[in-house]
């Protein structure tokens, strides 16, 4: 996803930055990766679940995707 | 290579549009729709590419600029899925297409009276949830606080710019109620088949001749069987 390299996806930990870290996430980016998220993990994100800490790191959007797969 | 071709206007008089075509008067002739909105843009390469391939392999085929895209002039809030499914119908008679290519959102405009075949077919509602949610995303960025819900509201009773694309109301109800289902001669190419990082979820403009090769193997190989 977003052409990131394979070498730097697999790099990324709980920590990595994403969002105003990433240039390549820009809102448009933000918004098409989310919707994406939605149709292959079948959830849905509401706007006030995305927040700055959601979206601060990839750990933080991992544990929110987490959550919502089991949450339903 | 481009030329212009005469598209129907809401008030039955013809507009005029460019198109990007291959035309050689062979027997197979190829109608591209390309998709709506961003990822015309991330596609335009791709296009481009995939039809220089089918017209070293013998296939005619045209990239008809819809009203109010790419290179038009046609007000974008103007415009509606009914209007554009009604200038593709009338680009396939004016360029005698055979068949037809819809790419992810171009499959909800792609005739049905023609066989052909739709890459990655996507929802209305998820694409216009995109753009929805990139507005509300950028307004926060810039310290506003905008609800997909209430854009959504305003969008279907004023139209709405969403992303830079200004949306009618008729559009924005279009995309909100709507599936626009392909018609039975139209086969899904899903990305599996094609393999390889899909383009529309890079954040900027690409192509991969790895994957143009792929989809081209995939419509030579359903154009020959005719």
Redesign the interface.
């Known amino acids: 996803?977003?052409?990131l390299d394979q070498a730097q996806v697999d790099g990324f930990d709980g920590d990595t930055g994403l969002f105003g870290h990433l240039p390549?996430?820009?809102?448009?980016?933000?918004?098409?990766?989310?919707?994406?998220i939605?149709?292959r993990l079948d959830i849905v994100i509401e706007?006030e679940d995305?927040d700055g800490e959601m979206l601060e790191s990839y750990g933080g959007l991992l544990a929110f995707a987490e959550a919502k797969v089991v949450g339903g | 290579m481009y030329a212009t071709w005469p598209c129907p206007l809401p008030d039955g008089t013809a507009g005029e549009e460019m198109v990007l075509g291959f035309d050689r008067r062979r027997k197979k002739r190829l109608l591209v729709v390309p998709p709506l909105f961003?990822e015309a843009n991330k596609f335009r390469h791709q296009l481009v590419e995939i039809m220089r391939r089918l017209d070293a392999s013998g296939i005619d085929c045209f990239l008809p600029d819809l009203p109010g895209c790419n290179e038009s002039t046609a007000p974008a809030a103007n415009q509606s899925i009914a209007q554009w499914q009604a200038a593709t119908t009338a680009a396939a008679a004016h360029f005698g297409a055979t068949h037809v290519f819809g790419v992810r959102s171009g499959g909800w405009l792609v005739p049905d009276a023609l066989p052909g075949w739709i890459y990655a077919p996507v929802k209305p509602r998820?694409v216009l949830?995109?753009?929805l949610?990139?507005?509300?995303?950028?307004a926060r960025?810039a310290g506003r606080s905008e609800?997909?819900?209430d854009l959504l509201a305003r969008g279907r009773q004023d139209g709405v710019t969403l992303?830079g694309w200004e949306l009618g109301a008729d559009l924005v109800r279009e995309l909100d109620e709507r599936d626009f289902p392909p018609g039975s001669r139209a086969k899904a190419i899903e990305q599996a088949e094609v393999s390889g990082?899909?383009l529309?979820?890079?954040?900027?403009n690409?192509h991969d001749p790895a994957q143009a090769d792929a989809l081209v193997a995939i419509l030579l190989a359903g154009l020959g069987e005719e």
Do not use: F
């Open positions: 996803m977003l052409g390549e996430l820009d809102s448009m980016a933000v918004a098409g990766l989310l919707t994406e939605e149709d706007d995305v | 961003d998820q949830r995109g753009m949610r990139a507005r509300s995303l950028a960025e609800s997909s819900d992303a990082k899909p529309w979820l890079r954040a900027e690409d």
